[in-house]
C-alpha cells in the first residue's frame, strides 16, 4: 500500500474520466451561454458568516462544514454550495440587474461518503439576482432540462412544489410542527431529533417508520397566499407550454433553509442507487438581504457533476471524448528531425504523439499501433539522408514519401478525408 492514498470522500479523476469531466462543463456552459448568461469564477473559501447565512438548521451549515481559522485569525470555510457566494459577491459588486451568471467547480461538505456522495463534489450551476417572474423560473427550469437533453439523458424526472412566500412557508412549518408534534412517537428517533430543529426536513425522510406520517402530514398547498398560488400556477403552464413533462411533490423541501416559492428537483430514475437527485434550485428571495444587500429575489440551480455522470453511465450516453491522436511521428535518427515535425504537425493543430527515448523502429511503430492515431510518419536513416519522411496511412493505405516541408500538408489532407 502506498504511503498515501485519497482521503474518504476525495477522488481523483484520472484521464480519460477528467476530458469527460471538460466536455461536461463546456456542454453546460454552451446551453446556459446561448441564453445569455456569463461565467463567474468564486473563491473556493469565504468568510464563514457568508454560509452561515444559509440557515442555521441546514445540516450543511451545522454540520458538515469546513471551517477552520486561518493564519490571520479570521474564521473562514471552504464553500459547501456557491449560491450564497454568488449572493455575496452581487451585494459586493452590485451589478446590473437582472445578474445572469453560471459557475463550475468543486464544493465541500463533510458529509458520509458513499457512491455518489462525496466531501469533494463538483457542481455545475446558475443564479439570477433581481427578477421576480414565474417566467424565469420556467426558463431556469428548462435550461437544466435542455442540458440534460444535450448530455443524452432520458430517464430524468422533474418533480417541482412551491414554498409559498415567507408568511405561507412559517404558517405551514407551524402547523406542520403541530401535526409531526401529535405523532411524535410515531417517528423513527433521528425524525424526532429532526423535527426538534427543522420540522420541514422530516418530510425528506426515507425511513419506513416515518412513511405514514409523512404521507398523512398536511400539504403546504393549503397555505398559498393568493399571489404564491398564482406564481405556481404560472411556472407549470409556462413548463407545459414548452412542453416539459414534471411531477408536483408538495414533500419537496430541498435542503438548504433559503429557499421560498418554486423549488424543483431532477432524479434520475436509471440511477440504482440512494443518490438519485442529480440537480435541483428554486427561489431564495431574501438571502441577498441577509447577506446585507437591498431586498432582491434570487433562482439558481445546480447540478452534481459526479452524480448526473453516474447517470450518464447507467444511460450509457455521453462517453469520454476520444482522444486518439491523429498522427504518430517515429524518428530513429536521435528524435531532432521528430521534435521539429510534431511542433509543426501540432501547430497545424493536429493531435500528435511521438516516441522518446533512442528505441527501435519495432518499438517505437508498436506504440504508434497502439496509439490508434491515423497516420504514422517515419524518419529513419535513409529518410534522413534524402530529407524526406515516410507517410504511411495506418489503415493500410498506400505510403508516401514526401519532402519534410509537405509532411504537415500531406497529413493534414489524410486526417481530413479520414474524418470526412
Ligand atoms: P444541493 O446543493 O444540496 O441542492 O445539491 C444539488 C446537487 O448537487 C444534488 O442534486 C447532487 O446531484 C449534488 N450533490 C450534493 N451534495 C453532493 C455530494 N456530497 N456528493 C456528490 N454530489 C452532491
Known sequence: MPAFQTTPGTRDILPPDASRWR???DVFASVVERAGYEQIVLPMFEDLGVFQRLGDTTDVVTKEMYDFVDKGGRHVALRPEQTAGVCRAFVQHHPNVPWKVW????????????????????????????VDDPL?????????????????????????????????????????????????????????ATLARNPLRVLD???????EVVAQAPSISGFFSHG???HFAAVQEGLALLGIDFVVDDRLVRGLDYYRSTTFEFVSTALDAAQTAIGGGGRYDGLVEDLGGDPTPGIGFAIGVDR?????????????????????????????TALLLAAQLRGAGLRTERAYGAKS????????????????VIIGEDELARGVATVRPMDGGEQTHCPLDAVVATVLDIVSKGKS
Not at 205 to 210: F, L, N
Open 205 to 211: 425522510s426515507k425511513r419506513a417508520e416515518d412513511r
Open 308 to 336: 448526473t455522470l453516474l447517470a450518464c453511465d447507467a444511460e450509457s450516453t455521453f462517453a469520454a471524448p476520444d482522444g486518439t491522436a491523429d498522427v504518430f511521428v517515429v524518428d530513429t535518427t536521435g528524435g531532432r
Open 23 to 25: 466536455a461536461f462543463v
Open 136 to 192: 424565469l423560473d420556467v426558463e431556469v427550469i428548462s435550461l437544466a432540462h435542455s442540458f440534460y437533453r444535450e448530455l443524452g439523458l432520458c430517464d430524468v424526472e422533474l418533480r417541482v412544489n412551491s414554498l409559498g412566500d415567507t408568511g405561507d412557508r412559517a404558517r405551514y412549518v407551524d402547523a406542520l410542527a403541530a401535526y409531526l408534534r401529535s405523532r411524535e412517537t410515531e417517528l423513527s428517533r433521528e425524525s424526532q
Open 228 to 230: 404564491a398560488a398564482s
Open 103 to 130: 459557475y463550475s467547480g468543486p464544493n465541500f461538505r463533510y458529509e458520509k461518503a458513499q457512491q455518489g456522495r462525496y466531501r469533494q463534489f463538483d457542481q455545475v450551476g446558475i443564479e439570477v439576482l433581481g
Open 361 to 376: 523502429m519495432k518499438s517505437q511503430m508498436k506504440t504508434a499501433n497502439r496509439s490508434r492515431a491515423a497516420v504514422a
